[in-house]
């Protein structure tokens, strides 16, 4: 009786605790990390006897959690890259709809200033037309500003993001340091799994995979390691290594990412390590791709409006008169701040370096040039290795050279492959030091802080809409030739006007006055030099001609004896330089000119193309973070499967081992009447 009486309380004892896994799982059932668990059970060992072995019960060898290794490395896999895709598409999303925004982008304000180009053009004489004009340009600048403070706010927002990632990373490197100990500490005392304590771990490691990409490596028996980025232990057993975020030491506007070292010292981990992967490498991502190349682009666009459109405007002559020779005259309509340039926190040298912007060059031909800049969307590493070293930093391109003159010498070569730069570099007469580098961020800040000339808006009598040289034919001419003054090279020309032309058989005769200087004729096949008083200038058909700055052409056919004149434009000699529109016009045709990236696109479409790079990056996180989603759904509907708790399926188990509680408890209730019964007789 007493082997009937056991195996009833065996089946109750094994039925009790199938019942108490079975509700725990129904408890568990939307817990975060929670796998199911199941009783795992075993036939007691059995007796031997004469007759054969007989049973002795049921005994529960352990609780076993319904964990799938391969499936939560795949979900893990697939979480760690949607994290990476969803902060780096959040972050781009809102630059898109910056630059996107028809009432607030770029694009209207710039439309909206050539518009008051042109109407100066029109009514050059105008105060209203030239105020309108300064006021869009001010609203255009405004908004350049505005668009660049934007930027430069979502630069610090991801600088305290990463900050608090890196918060977060600590905290989960710490609980699951502790419950590595706890862990091992249970297991030890028991021989059991510590089924809720590696679950609470487990989703600790999934929650901070959310953050940056982890390995796990087993520790001892219970405990797991974790590695992040290329390899750096953050876990040993129940030891946390602390991650910090920093500044850069070459860009301190940057947080950075760094892991402290065991001796207490730190490491800073390259973006590349961390990319891809995490919320951190998504904001990491989203730096380094799409907002350092916005904020770049942006000041390429600002500096390129304002050096060619300066450059046009220094050549042009105010309405007071005033022109490149004159004191008074305001040869920039923009200004730019300096570009920025920044000295590694570990640098001993003490040398100070800077760079400057190069004016916007003429392109060629002349005859139908307008001014370009040659100014790239990148920023740049100097550094000093016993020699100079440049670094593109876009594209990695790099120059080398015995001394920073080698350097300005390459980046401003219009035959070098590499391509003009459009920036040249200075330096103090400090001594280098080994290792000394230095950022060079050419564009960066210039959207932000493009204003127009406060000369100019406090008088816009000087805005230099006409030209301080006119052309003009003698009165008496017999033939048809007429001379047009096409545009100046020069805002400060020299010569001693008027300068008399007389035409003799095909030939064009200056006053000997101006012997010695020279006359340039300019076709599309190029540019041929002649020496007044020396060389026989002839009259060339379809050609150009520059004197002392001015550019002219003839036309139509002049007879001999027939003269035309070069004078000033500024009021003397009867001149009504006040309606002159030759340099306004010039101003507004740079609207719709090849002026931005070495002269290969207009500022419209250089801005355009900015937005569209930042669209395209959008929509495609977007797609790509979508069906990454997709993936993070299939992975995580395979680890419910079999670790999730189905609540129908739990709720049979619990009829199951009611059933098999009531048959052990009415067995050993049977066991017990026999028992008595023997008891009886044997009285």
């Known amino acids: 009786m007493a082997g009937l009486l056991g195996i009833g309380v065996s089946g109750i004892q094994a039925a009790q605790m199938g019942l108490l896994v079975t509700q725990h799982n129904i408890t568990n059932a939307n817990t975060a990390g929670y796998n199911r668990q199941a009783s795992l059970q075993t036939t007691a060992l059995a007796q031997g006897t004469g007759s054969g072995f007989t049973g002795n019960g049921v005994r529960v060898t352990t609780i076993e959690r319904q964990y799938n290794s391969f499936l939560s490395k795949q979900l893990s896999q697939n979480q760690t890259v949607y994290s990476a895709l969803e902060s780096n598409f959040t972050q781009v999303q809102v630059i898109d709809d910056l630059l996107a925004d028809a009432s607030a982008g770029v694009s209207p304000a710039l439309q909206q200033f050539f518009e008051g180009v042109q109407q100066v053009a029109a009514a050059p004489s105008s105060l209203p037309a030239r105020q309108a004009m300064v006021s869009a340009a001010q609203s255009l600048t405004s908004r350049l500003q505005s668009v660049s403070q934007r930027i430069g706010e979502l630069s610090t927002q991801v600088n305290g993001q990463i900050s608090d990632n890196v918060s977060l990373i600590n905290t989960y490197a710490k609980q699951i340091a502790h419950l590595n100990e706890s862990i091992t500490l249970a297991e030890s ?37 974790i590695l992040i980025g290329n390899g750096q232990q953050l876990v040993a ?31 800073v981990l390259p973006d590349s390590f961390l990319s891809g992967a995490g919320s951190l490498g998504g904001l990491l991502d989203f730096r380094n791709q799409s907002l350092d190349s916005a904020s770049n682009s942006l000041g390429k666009v600002a500096a390129s409006l304002a050096l060619t459109f300066n450059a046009q405007h220094a050549v ?11 004191s008074a005259f305001e040869a920039d309509f923009f200004t730019l701040p300096t570009s920025k340039v920044t000295s590694a926190t570990g640098n001993a040298g003490g040398v100070t370096v800077s760079a400057t912007l190069n004016p916007a060059r003429l392109s060629e031909p002349v005859t139908v040039g307008n001014y370009v800049s040659d100014l790239v969307t990148s920023d740049y590493r100097l550094e000093f290795d016993g020699g100079m070293k440049l670094t593109r930093l876009s594209d990695g391109v790099t120059w080398s050279g015995a001394d920073m003159a080698a350097i300005n010498t390459q980046i401003n070569d219009s035959n070098d492959a590499r391509g003009l730069q459009g920036f040249t570099l200075a330096e103090d007469a400090a001594t280098y030091t080994l290792g000394d580098s230095f950022l060079i961020q050419p564009t960066r800040h210039m959207a932000e802080n493009i204003s127009v000339n406060s000369a100019i808006t406090g008088d816009v009598r000087l805005v230099a809409a006409g030209s301080p040289i006119r052309a003009s034919v003698g009165l008496t001419n017999q033939g048809s030739m007429t001379v047009k003054l096409d545009r100046m090279l020069s805002g400060d020309p020299q010569q001693v006007y008027p300068m008399t032309v007389t035409m003799n058989s095909g030939e064009l005769n200056f006053d000997p006055a101006y012997n010695g200087q020279t006359v340039s004729i300019v076709d599309a096949s190029g540019s041929s030099d002649y020496v007044i008083g020396t060389d026989t200038i002839p ?11 001015a550019m002219f052409s003839i036309k139509g056919t002049p007879r001999d004896g027939d003269t035309f004149s070069l004078d000033w434009n500024d009021g003397q000699s009867g001149a009504v330089g006040i309606s002159d529109t030759s340099n306004i016009l010039l101003l507004g045709k740079l609207q719709n000119q090849n002026t931005v990236d070495g002269g290969s696109a207009n500022y419209q479409a250089a801005y355009t193309q900015l937005v569209s790079d930042i669209g395209n990056r959008a929509r495609q996180l977007e797609v790509t973070k979508d069906a990454q989603q997709s993936l993070v759904t299939q992975a995580s509907a395979a680890r419910e499967a079999q670790s999730g708790v189905n609540l129908d399926e739990e709720a049979a188990k619990l009829l199951q081992f009611q059933q098999m509680y009531q048959a052990s408890a009415r067995s050993i209730t049977v066991g017990q009447k026999l028992f008595d019964e023997l008891l009886a007789i044997a009285g």
């Open 316 to 326: 042009g002559m105010d309405m007071l008169g005033n022109n490149g020779t004159d």
């Open 237 to 267: 057993g129940n030891q946390a290594r602390q991650m910090s975020a920093p500044q850069s030491t070459d860009d301190p506007s940057k947080t950075v990412v760094a892991i402290e070292y065991g001796n207490g010292g730190t490491q």
């Open 189 to 225: 005392a028991v021989s059991q799994p510590a089924n809720d304590l590696r679950d609470q771990r487990d989703q600790l490691i999934a929650d901070l995979n959310k953050i940056v990409k982890v390995q796990t490596m087993p520790e001892g028996k219970a405990g797991v390691d």
């Open 539 to 549: 009259l060339q058909s379809g050609a150009s001609y520059v004197v002392d700055g």
